[in-house]
């Protein structure tokens, strides 16, 4: 079993920038890929980015492309997602998974409880 808590949501301002960590409980976290996936009010939960175990292939979503950086650290067990030049429409709750290099939820087996994102315009 792998438990993974999220951190450093918050509120910003539009133009201005956050990182979210996500820390996982066990040691076998460097053998999962590792997805952002985010949420906001109404709207299904959509593809953000995702890291291969290795940290040597990443995935992103047409929308964060350019401003959203994930990257891994297996010696402290943490995925990081740095949002940069973040937009209102970039407003959800923000979800870490452990899984497969995929796009699709189904095929990550452990979450986060989330953390929210707020950006004001």
């Known amino acids: 079993q792998v438990q993974l808590v999220e951190s450093g949501g918050g509120l910003v301002q539009a133009g201005g920038s956050l990182r979210l960590s996500c820390a996982a409980s066990?040691?076998?976290?460097?053998?999962?890929?590792m997805g952002w996936f985010r949420q906001a009010p109404g709207k299904e939960r959509e593809f953000v980015a995702t890291i291969s175990w290795s940290g040597g292939s990443t995935i992103y979503a047409d929308s964060v492309k350019g401003r959203f950086t994930i990257s891994r650290d297996n010696a402290k067990n943490t995925v990081y997602l740095q949002m940069n030049s973040l937009k209102p429409e970039d407003t959800a709750v923000y979800y870490c998974?452990?899984?497969?290099?995929?796009?699709?939820?189904?095929?990550?087996?452990?979450w986060g409880q989330g953390t929210q994102v707020t950006v004001s315009s």
């Open positions: 998974a452990a899984g497969r290099l995929v796009t699709t939820p189904n095929q990550y087996n452990y």
């Open positions: 066990k040691r076998t976290f460097g053998s999962y890929a």
